[in-house]
C-alpha cells in the first residue's frame, strides 16, 4: 500500500494537466477543487497509463503520479486515493510510451528503440527502480512477463520480468505501438499486430486486412479487450482482443485520434479533422457528433472512461467533458487552472 493513500468507494476520478512551459494542476472531478503541483520540464511528449502521466523532452523523460487509481481483480475492483506528487527523472527523450499491469510499468522511447521495465510499487512509493533494460521500440508488461516489440529483428520476443528471453517469439515486421487488454499483450506490426495471451503467453499474429493504411497506436478504455487506432485518412480500426478480429470503420473525415470504449453500445470516440468528438455506436456504427470543439487540424489530447470523454482545449483553457452515450452532447466544460496542453486522467 502506498503510505498515506485510502481506500474509496468510487473512483477518484481527476484531471492532470501541463502546459507547454511545464506548468502542472491536477482538477478533481468529483468536488472541483483544483490544486498546482511542482512544474515539470516543458515538455514535448506525453503518455499516461491512468495514474501516472509520463512526460519528455528532447533529453530526459518525467513521472508525476496522479494520486488516483483503481486495481481491477475482474470481479470486483479497489479504488484509491494519495498526494498527487512528481516521482522521478529517467535519462532520454523523445516521444514515449507508457504501460501498467499491477507490478511493472514500462516505458518506451520508440525513436531511441529503447525500453525500461519500472518496479510499480516502488513507483508508488515515489521512487524510480528499474528491473529491466531493453534494446525495444515497444515494451508491455504481462503478469510477471514482458512482451517487446524488436524493430532491428522484425519480431515480438517474450521476456523474463529481468528483460531476459523465454524462447517465445513472433514474426512482426516493423512493430511499432502497444497496448495492453484484459486478454493479453498487443504489438502493432505491418501487417496486423501480434497478440501475446495473458493465460498462457502464446504469441499469434492477428493479419488485418490488406491494402489499408497500418494501425500504429492503440487506444482504449483501461483494461477492456477491444481496441481502436487510426487507419490512416481512411477512418478506424477497431481490434477485438477478444475475438481476434479486425474491423475497419470508413469515416466521411479523417480523424486524427480514436479510441474504444467497449461497452455494451460498443461506443467508439474519436477526434475528427475538423475539430468535432465523433461518437459511433451499436453494431451499425450509427455517428453522431459535436459541434467544433477545438480548431480544426489541431491534435489535443483525448481519454475516455466508462461513461464520460475527455478532450483539451489548450485555446480555451479548458476541459471538454462529452456524454457518449448521450448523442456525444456536450455535459460541461471545465476550467481548469493552466492551459491543458497536456491532459491525462487519472483514477480510472
Do not use: K
Not at 495471451?197 to 483494461?223: C, K, M, Q, S, Y
Request: aromatic residues 2%.
Amino acid at each position: 500500500m502506498v503510505a498515506g493513500a485510502s481506500e474509496a468507494a468510487e473512483p477518484q476520478l481527476r484531471l492532470l494537466v501541463a502546459d507547454d512551459t511545464g506548468a502542472l494542476a491536477l482538477h478533481d472531478l468529483l468536488d472541483g477543487d483544483a490544486t498546482d503541483l511542482d512544474a515539470v520540464d516543458a515538455p514535448e511528449h506525453a503518455a499516461t497509463d491512468g495514474r501516472f502521466l509520463v512526460t519528455s523532452d528532447s533529453d530526459r523523460t518525467t513521472i508525476v503520479d496522479g494520486g488516483s487509481w483503481t486495481v481491477d481483480h475482474g470481479d470486483h475492483t479497489h479504488y484509491y486515493d494519495a498526494a498527487a506528487r512528481t516521482v522521478g527523472t529517467l535519462p532520454g527523450g523523445g516521444p514515449v510510451a507508457v504501460a501498467s499491469s499491477e507490478s511493472t510499468t514500462t516505458l518506451s522511447w520508440p525513436d531511441a528503440d529503447t525500453a525500461v521495465a519500472l518496479d510499480r510499487a516502488a513507483l508508488g512509493q515515489g521512487r524510480v527502480s528499474t528491473t529491466a533494460r531493453v534494446d525495444a521500440a515497444v515494451l508491455l508488461p504481462l503478469g510477471d512477463l514482458l512482451v517487446a516489440g524488436d524493430a532491428g529483428r522484425d519480431r515480438v520476443v517474450v521476456l523474463d520480468a529481468q528483460g531476459e528471453p523465454t524462447g517465445v517469439t513472433a514474426a512482426c515486421t516493423d512493430p511499432a505501438g502497444g497496448i495492453v487488454t484484459r486478454v493479453g499483450a498487443v504489438v502493432g506490426c505491418a501487417d496486423g499486430a501480434v497478440l501475446v495471451t495473458a493465460e498462457d503467453a502464446v504469441a499469434e499474429h492477428l493479419a488485418a486486412p490488406a491494402d489499408l493504411p497500418r494501425a500504429t497506436g492503440f487506444a482504449n478504455r483501461t483494461g477492456r479487450p477491444t481496441v481502436a487506432a487510426l487507419a490512416g485518412d481512411t477512418g478506424a480500426w477497431l481490434l477485438d482482443t477478444r475475438e481476434r478480429t479486425w474491423e475497419h470503420v470508413p469515416t466521411d473525415r479523417p480523424l486524427v485520434a480514436v479510441t474504444a470504449v467497449d461497452d455494451t453500445d460498443e461506443h467508439v470516440v474519436a477526434l475528427d479533422a475538423d475539430g468535432r468528438v465523433l461518437v459511433l455506436s451499436g453494431p451499425e456504427r450509427t455517428a453522431v457528433t459535436t459541434d467544433p470543439l477545438v480548431p480544426a487540424g489541431s491534435v489535443p489530447a483525448l481519454q475516455v472512461d466508462a461513461q464520460r470523454a475527455y478532450l483539451a482545449d489548450p485555446d480555451d483553457r479548458v476541459v471538454h467533458e462529452v456524454d457518449f452515450a448521450d448523442d456525444a452532447r456536450v455535459a460541461r466544460s471545465i476550467a481548469v487552472p493552466i492551459r491543458p496542453d497536456v491532459l491525462a486522467e487519472v483514477g480510472r
